[in-house]
């Protein structure tokens, strides 16, 4: 492809080999890449002049935020030019009276919760990639995380788009209206969208109050079905924050891959970490009420309540360290939800599958108990090639899919379809969904230049 056909000027234009690998893919390590370019627009004039161009040259575009997806929703691998927002990251006016902000989709989450905190305010949907993901693509995927439980998701805090279509028109959407009673929201079709309709190029923002003092504890449960019991106790006594769960198995990796210490002396098969809104001593004492009544049932067997915030923080570190201790292991992750009250018989009937199909395999669970969200983990065993371990793997994945259906949950609870989980689709959405989707993407971006052959 000649750049020089390309509507923005050579500072904004890469072709280098080193560039097209970086920015052709995201935190999945099993597709192939091959991108023609990577363009780095300044505006959305420069998305909207793009968008034509594409469309009169037959060329896809890949959005491109911060690539930690894993679904492979931001890799390029048919030529396509890929579009990285990372120079769109300004961030525009706060408005106080109505605790919103107006931002680019370039902006990293962690920069906009810090922007919050100095307001006053929160920018409450957090995960363990705040640090490099973009504020665009954590709309484009309806990001989750370990607040759900409180806070609910990215959806919950958009308030207004601004859009390029894929014909190259703009749209302003809701902006910024609390109420809005004037026909479809457009808005909740790219919140989720994977960037198969469209580019985001701005988004309001709503923040939220700070909350009080937390606390956060780690918990050793008897069992599995303990850990719902502990779950629903918790939300009906206490305000909750977050309620992540994860295996013996992840904690020693955890505890392998950083030197931590151990956080309990007592050994389970199962813990939690919680995080509790803590106002004052009477609320910490209704937290130590809850604590032993479900010590004193037996559904808890030991736990820690953090004395300081660099405690806290060491306490989170068992849960959001356990990828980046895996990742030595390449694991086949799967990303998987049913609702709350079902994921104890749903586990299950996964542990069955995985004792069935890999009676030798580590496979290492962890989740966001508190809205259903289980991730699986599957580490390739050593001496088995990559290409060898994925065909084994997807092969399994059809009975793990299965057992979603059979519950009514979802393949892909915050990861998104992108190409890993697109022949798929029909485990969690009926035929005639996924025809009704098509035709959504066929009015939007009717030459399929838009991410194209992406989720559907």
């Not at 097209?20 to 998305?47: H, Q, R």
């Not at 509790?276 to 067997?301: Q, Y």
């Not at 290492?364 to 290409?387: A, C, M, Q, T, Y």
């Not at 609870?413 to 098509?438: D, Q, Y």
Request: hydrophobic letters at 40%; aromatic letters at 8%.
């Amino acid at each position: 492809m000649e750049t020089a056909q390309i509507p923005l000027k050579q500072n904004q234009i890469k072709t280098d080999l080193e560039s097209l690998k970086y920015y052709g893919k995201d935190w999945t390590t099993y597709f192939d890449i091959n991108a023609s370019a990577v363009v780095f627009p300044e505006s959305t004039n420069d998305v909207v002049e793009l968008v034509r161009w594409a469309r009169q040259n037959k060329v896809g575009l890949v959005p491109s935020g911060g690539r930690t997806g894993l679904s492979g929703a931001a890799c390029a691998t048919h030529g396509e030019v890929i579009v990285s927002f990372e120079k769109m990251n300004r961030i525009f006016e706060f408005n106080a009276h109505d605790s919103s902000v107006d931002i680019e989709p370039g902006v990293i989450t962690e920069t906009l919760q810090k922007f919050a905190l100095e307001k006053g305010l929160i920018y409450p949907v957090n995960f363990a990639a705040a640090g490099s993901s973009h504020m665009g693509g954590n709309i484009a995927t309806n990001a989750g995380g370990i607040k759900v439980v409180r806070y609910g998701l990215t959806r919950d805090w958009v308030i207004g788009l601004q859009v390029v279509t894929g014909t190259g028109d703009i749209l302003e959407l809701n902006n910024g209206l609390i109420k809005n009673a004037t026909g479809l929201d457009l808005r909740h079709l790219f919140i989720g969208s994977e960037g198969i309709l469209g580019f985001i190029t701005r988004a309001k923002i709503k923040l939220a109050p700070a909350p009080p003092p937390l606390k956060v504890m780690v918990l050793a449960l008897d069992q599995m079905s303990s850990v719902m019991k502990v779950f629903s106790e918790f939300k009906k006594n206490l305000t909750l924050q977050a309620y992540e769960m994860l295996s013996e198995k992840a904690l020693q990796y955890v505890l392998e891959g950083t030197g931590l210490p151990r956080p309990l002396e007592t050994q389970s098969e199962w813990y939690v970490i919680c995080e509790v809104e803590c106002a004052d001593n009477s609320a910490e004492e209704k937290i130590m009420s809850v604590f032993e009544s479900c010590l004193e049932k037996g559904w808890i067997l030991d736990g820690v309540i953090s004395q300081s915030d660099i405690q806290a923080k060491t306490f989170w570190r068992y849960r959001e360290d356990i990828s980046e201790s895996l990742s030595k292991y390449s694991p086949y992750k799967n990303d998987i939800s049913v609702a709350i009250s079902k994921v104890p018989d749903f586990m299950s009937d996964l542990e069955a599958v995985f004792s069935k199909s890999y009676p030798t395999w580590q496979v290492v669970w962890f989740g966001h108990i508190g809205d259903g969200n289980l991730h699986i983990n599957i580490l390739r065993p050593d001496g088995l090639s990559k290409e060898a371990f994925v065909t084994e793997c997807r092969k399994v994945d059809v009975l793990v899919f299965q057992a979603v259906k059979k519950q009514l949950g979802s393949i892909s609870a915050e990861h998104g379809v992108g190409l890993t989980k697109k022949s798929f689709l029909h485990f969690t959405r009926s035929e005639s969904e996924i025809e009704i989707m098509r035709q959504i993407k066929k009015i939007f971006d009717p030459d399929n230049i838009i991410n194209p052959g992406k989720v559907i």
